[in-house]
């Protein structure tokens, strides 16, 4: 069964910190690298980074230094520890595996509903 459940999501004022979570359906998990994505009101929506199954990371390019992505395969869950939030990064984070981890974001089949994070300054 293809599950993504994302969790963590709220508002902070500028310069705060979040964390959230995706917790993954065993068969979602395995195998795939999970990547976050994220839809600002009126985008398109971008990637933001993504794992590998051997912990490879990539950002891009407006988030790198300060958000973190990491995986428990334990808990077949991956997170986003996002630091120094602007108001820019208000935005719809979804979580999705099976794709590219190569700054292409292509290829992702399964999408988790999202979580919300607002950042006001």
């Known amino acids: 069964q293809v599950q993504l459940v994302e969790s963590g999501g709220g508002s902070v004022q500028a310069g705060g910190s979040l964390r959230v979570s995706c917790v993954a359906s065993?068969?979602?998990?395995?195998?795939?690298?999970m990547g976050w994505f994220r839809q600002a009101p009126g985008k398109e929506r971008e990637g933001v980074g993504c794992?590998?199954?051997?912990?490879?990371?990539y950002y891009a390019s407006s988030v790198r230094g300060r958000f973190t992505i990491s995986r428990d395969n334990a808990k077949n869950t991956v997170y986003l520890q996002m630091n120094y939030l602007q108001p820019e990064d208000t935005a719809m984070y979804y979580c999705?595996?099976?794709?590219?981890?190569?700054?292409?974001?292509?290829?992702?089949?399964?999408w988790g509903q999202g979580t919300q994070v607002t950042v006001s300054s």
């Open positions: 999705a595996a099976g794709g590219s981890c190569d700054g292409s974001w292509n290829g992702y089949n399964y």
């Open positions: 065993r068969y979602t998990y395995i195998g795939n690298t």
């Open positions: 794992i590998t199954i051997g912990d490879y990371t």
